[in-house]
């Protein structure tokens, strides 16, 4: 593809997948970011390659800077496609039955669920052109993709030893959104699917996690590769391609 727009891209698994597009020869990558002061490798990394990568704010809660990122977006393509839109930002609080309360599972599902829907929306209209003259889905023109989680799994869920409420209700949450936009906008011939990355060593996944953001993002970059039509509206986990239940 020769456009992507990655959001939560100044660290964890979103600037492992910024490094990876820089090596697969994307022309343009737009990698998104809440707060200068937590981004200085993104921005480096931007200064070395000003070319392809732009570094945006955007909060995928606000209103006001999504707009002003889709118009950032339009500015730099001037004229050419985004081809892909990767919903990444994520939040939890890893908090339990006992100590969550309502103003946790709220805020969670504002980032999980109605950021990716506010972000999508706001950049349809530049996938739909992308997806304007194609006579079936294809991923490298328009697509969405959604990192969701395998702690979203209906039937992996019956056997956890424990449960993140916030997070797990809120995945789900994100898995419906994109199987519900996904088959809405068929017509448009946008293709929608959802990735698990494994469990990756970031400040969500912690130091104990098996996987480097760069091993993720590699993995995740080869699932792209591969998938087909066959995973639209699917959640696929990026570590052997098999689309999870
Ligand atoms: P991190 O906590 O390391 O990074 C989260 C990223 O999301 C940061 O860039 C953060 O920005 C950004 N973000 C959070 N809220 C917002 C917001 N409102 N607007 C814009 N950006 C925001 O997480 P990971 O890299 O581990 O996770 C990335 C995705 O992968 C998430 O969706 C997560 O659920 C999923 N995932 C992760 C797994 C893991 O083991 N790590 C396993 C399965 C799924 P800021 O720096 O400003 O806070």
């Known amino acids: 593809m020769k456009s ?69 977006v339009e500015q730099r393509l001037n004229g050419n496609d985004l081809n892909c839109l990767i919903n990444n930002a994520g939040t939890t609080t890893k908090l339990r039955f006992s100590n969550i ?67 797990q209700c809120s995945k789900v949450a994100l898995n419906m959104l994109t199987i519900c936009m996904g088959k809405d906008l068929e017509k448009k011939k946008i293709f929608f699917s959802l990735l698990h990355p494994g469990w990756v060593k970031t400040n969500m996944g912690t130091d104990k996690a098996p996987l480097t953001p760069d091993a993720a993002a590699k993995n995740i970059i080869e699932c792209l590769q591969a998938i087909t039509n066959d995973h639209h509206c699917k959640l696929i986990d990026t570590r052997d391609g098999k689309k999870v239940t």
């Open 4 to 72: 992507v727009l990655i959001t939560g891209a100044n660290r964890g698994i979103g600037y492992g997948l910024v490094k990876q597009f820089l090596k697969s020869k994307t022309d343009h990558v737009f990698a998104t970011y809440r707060e200068m002061d937590r981004s200085k490798e993104l921005f480096d990394l931007a200064k070395e390659h000003s070319a392809i990568i732009v570094p945006l704010q955007l909060d995928i809660t606000d209103d006001a800077s999504i707009k002003k990122a889709v118009e950032q």
């Open 101 to 167: 309360n309502e103003k946790d599972m709220m805020e969670t599902y504002r980032q999980n669920v109605i950021g990716p829907w506010k972000v999508t929306k706001a950049f349809l209209p530049l996938l739909e052109k992308a997806a304007l003259h194609l006579k079936q889905r294809d991923i490298k023109q328009s697509s969405v993709i959604n990192i969701s989680s395998i702690m979203s799994s209906l039937e992996l869920a019956k056997n956890l030893p424990y449960y993140y409420y916030d997070y």
